[in-house]
């Protein structure tokens, strides 16, 4: 049996699940599974919505919330600027706590300790949406030891050496190079 409900109280776009059944103890497990448009962090796009799969249990008075989101995305490599895609998931697990039953000091201490029911209703989304963002990678790979970009012509290394020299010479000591150079000429000229 479903218990997800949307109320006007709530974003059109929200799941919101009705917790009412479980505080009245009449079921004891609710299923999850439903699909998020996450927010989306810079740089990546995401192909879809994220698939939200999960459950709340009443265990001994106890409720469990265990929810895993998984969303297909695309971005570049932080390197050498390829397309990089794949599966991207994360993990949530909350103790599920009615409002009220929590001090305000034990909702900042434990903020992610605890989901809470308003109303008897547990909105998904939120908790979702901030997991998923706060959990992406800043950056993303084409693989593990991708060597980059040429700095002087922007050649992918991956591709082979473009020929560029690498060799920077310390700008404190240009001057000399300029007089070493400045000699070279006067003794071409000689």
């Not at 994220?50 to 919330?65: I, K, R, S």
């Not at 297909?72 to 932080?78: D, G, H, L």
């Not at 050496?161 to 010479?169: I, K, N, Q, R, T």
Request: hydrophobic share 35%.
């Amino acid at each position: 049996m479903s218990h997800f409900m949307s109320t006007e109280k709530w974003e059109e776009d929200s799941m919101v699940l009705d917790m009412r059944p479980m505080l009245r103890g009449e079921t004891k497990h609710i299923h999850i599974d439903y699909l998020l448009t996450p927010d989306l962090p810079d740089g990546a796009q995401f192909d879809g919505d994220a698939h939200v799969l999960g459950d709340v249990t009443d265990e001994a008075g106890y409720m469990h919330l265990t929810l895993t989101a998984t969303v297909a995305y695309r971005t570049e490599c932080a390197r050498c600027l390829e397309p990089v895609s794949g599966d991207f998931a994360v993990q949530l697990e909350r103790t599920v706590a009615a409002e009220g039953t929590l001090t305000q000091e034990q909702l900042e201490e434990n903020v992610d300790e605890y989901a809470v029911i308003k109303d008897g209703m547990l909105d998904l989304d939120e908790e979702i949406r901030e997991e998923l963002l706060l959990s992406f990678p800043m950056r993303f790979l084409c693989q593990e030891d991708c060597p980059g970009l040429c700095p002087k012509c922007g050649k992918p290394r991956r591709l082979g050496d473009c020929g560029c020299s690498l060799f920077e010479p310390d700008p404190r000591l240009a001057v000399l190079k300029k007089l070493f150079d400045k000699n070279e000429e006067d003794k071409e000229e000689n």
